[in-house]
C-alpha cells in the first residue's frame, strides 16, 4: 500500500438532545454532547470518528475532548495515515488517558484505512456479514409505574430484551423489577445495571432479592475500583455479573479475567480508546472463555455503525446494546446501519465505515480546522 500523509483535520461539536431526560444512578443526561473527527489526506479519502463523552464514567466532556482533539491534530499534520499502529502510539504518548477523544481519531484511522482497502471495516477486520444484531432497549431510573409502562412499550416494540437502570435501594430497586415483571410476564428477558450504584452489601442484598425475576446479567453493581469485591459480589450472586466501568481496556480485562471478577465484558469505544483495544479486549475475553457485550454512551448512528462492524468481526460478541440513536431527538446520518424492527439492526456493504454525517445538520455546530 503506498503511503500517504494527513493534510488537515476537522473536528466538529455534535449536539443532539434526547427524546426525554436519560436518568441512570451517577446522574441525569439531557442529550448527546458529541464530537466528530474528520481526517482528510492527500489522497482525497477523508476518514471520519465520533466519540461520546461521558463525564460520570470517563471523566471527558464535550469541551475537553474539543481542546485536545485540537493538540492531537496538529501533532499527526502530515504523517501516514494508513500506520495506525504508530498514530494511536503517538497520541497515547502525548496525553495520558482521555480514551473517549482516543476513541474518534481510532475511528476515523479505521475508517480511512478500509476505505483504502476498498472494503467494509468488518470485513477487513476478518469478519462476515452473518449475524443477526437485535439491541437491547435501556429503562432509564424512575418509580415503578414509569418503568413498567416502558417496559411494556418496549415489548410491544418487538425489543428482544430489556436493560433496566438501578442502583438506588434495595427495597427501590426490586420494586422496579417487581412491576416491570409483572408487566411484561414470566418470561420477557430482563437484564440490569447498576452503574456502580450499590455498594458490595448492597448489591449482594439486591442481586439475591431479584434471583426470582429471572434477570439475564447486572452490570457494574459496585464501584468501578473495587475489583477484589467485585470477586466477592460474583461468588455470591444468583445473577450473572457483567463489567462495565471496571474495564476500559484489555489491561482492565486481563486483570479482571485473572481475578475471576466477572462472567461478561461490556466493551464501548469510549472507553477502550477505540477499535484498536477493543479487539484486544476481545482477545483476552477469548483467552479467558468470558463472553462480550457492546454498549453505547450517547452516540450517534454513525459511531453505532463502527461499532456494527466490530460485532460482525469477533464471535466473542454475544450481547448488543446499541440504542443509544433510537434515544436521541434526531438522526443527522445517512448510511451505515439501518433499524429494522424488533431491535433488529442491519449493515450494507459500503466500503469503511459505510456512513456519513448530514452536512446540513452539522452547519450550525462549532468547528475548527487543524492543518
Known amino acids: 500500500m503506498s503511503s500517504a500523509s494527513i493534510t488537515h483535520i476537522e473536528i466538529i461539536k455534535l449536539n443532539i438532545p434526547y427524546k426525554e431526560p436519560f436518568v441512570i444512578s451517577l446522574g441525569v443526561i439531557p442529550g448527546a454532547t458529541n464530537v466528530v473527527v474528520r481526517i482528510h489526506t492527500d489522497l482525497g479519502l477523508i476518514g471520519t470518528g465520533e466519540c461520546a463523552p461521558f463525564v460520570y464514567i470517563v471523566g471527558e466532556t464535550q469541551e475537553t475532548v474539543y481542546e485536545l482533539a485540537k493538540q492531537v491534530g496538529k501533532m499527526l499534520i502530515g504523517k501516514d495515515p494508513f500506520a495506525i499502529g504508530e498514530r494511536l502510539l503517538e497520541i497515547d504518548r502525548a496525553v495520558k488517558g482521555n480514551p473517549t477523544m482516543k476513541s474518534a481519531f481510532d475511528m476515523a484511522l479505521y475508517d480511512l484505512l478500509a476505505l483504502r482497502a476498498e472494503m467494509p471495516l468488518y470485513r477487513m477486520l476478518g469478519g462476515s456479514n452473518n449475524k443477526e444484531v437485535h439491541t437491547d432497549m435501556t429503562i432509564s431510573i424512575g418509580e415503578p409505574e414509569k418503568v413498567a409502562r416502558d417496559a411494556m412499550a418496549f415489548k410491544k416494540e418487538g425489543f428482544p430484551a430489556i436493560k433496566v437502570k438501578l442502583g438506588t435501594t434495595t427495597r427501590e430497586d426490586l420494586a422496579r423489577i417487581r412491576a416491570i415483571r409483572e408487566a411484561v410476564g414470566p418470561d420477557y428477558p430482563i437484564r440490569i445495571d447498576a452503574n456502580q450504584g450499590w455498594d458490595t452489601i448492597t448489591a ?125 431527538d434526531a438522526d443527522p446520518v445517512s448510511g451505515g446501519i439501518e433499524y429494522q424492527e424488533a431491535g433488529r439492526w442491519t449493515l450494507g456493504e459500503e466500503p469503511g465505515i459505510g456512513a456519513a454525517f448530514d452536512e446540513a445538520y452539522l452547519e450550525s455546530m462549532e468547528r475548527i480546522s487543524i492543518s
Not at 253 to 280: P, T
Request: charged share 20%; glycine share 4%; proline share 3%.
Open 204 to 328: 449482594i442484598e439486591t442481586l439475591k432479592a431479584l434471583e426470582s425475576y429471572g434477570i439475564e446479567h447486572c452490570e457494574e453493581p459496585i464501584p468501578h475500583w473495587n475489583n477484589r469485591e467485585l470477586v466477592k459480589v460474583r461468588e455470591n450472586s444468583p445473577i450473572p455479573i457483567m463489567a462495565d466501568e471496571s474495564v476500559f481496556d484489555h489491561h482492565d480485562a486481563f486483570r479482571l479475567a485473572s481475578m475471576g471478577a466477572c462472567d461478561y465484558f461490556n466493551i464501548k469505544f469510549s472507553k477502550s480508546g477505540g477499535i484498536h483495544n477493543a479487539l484486544k479486549i476481545v482477545a483476552v475475553a477469548e483467552a479467558a472463555g468470558i463472553k462480550c457485550q457492546v454498549g453505547c454512551m450517547s452516540e450517534s448512528r454513525f459511531a453505532l455503525t463502527a461499532l456494527m462492524h466490530l460485532v460482525l468481526a469477533r464471535d466473542t460478541i454475544v450481547h448488543y446494546d446499541m440504542d443509544s440513536s433510537l434515544m436521541l
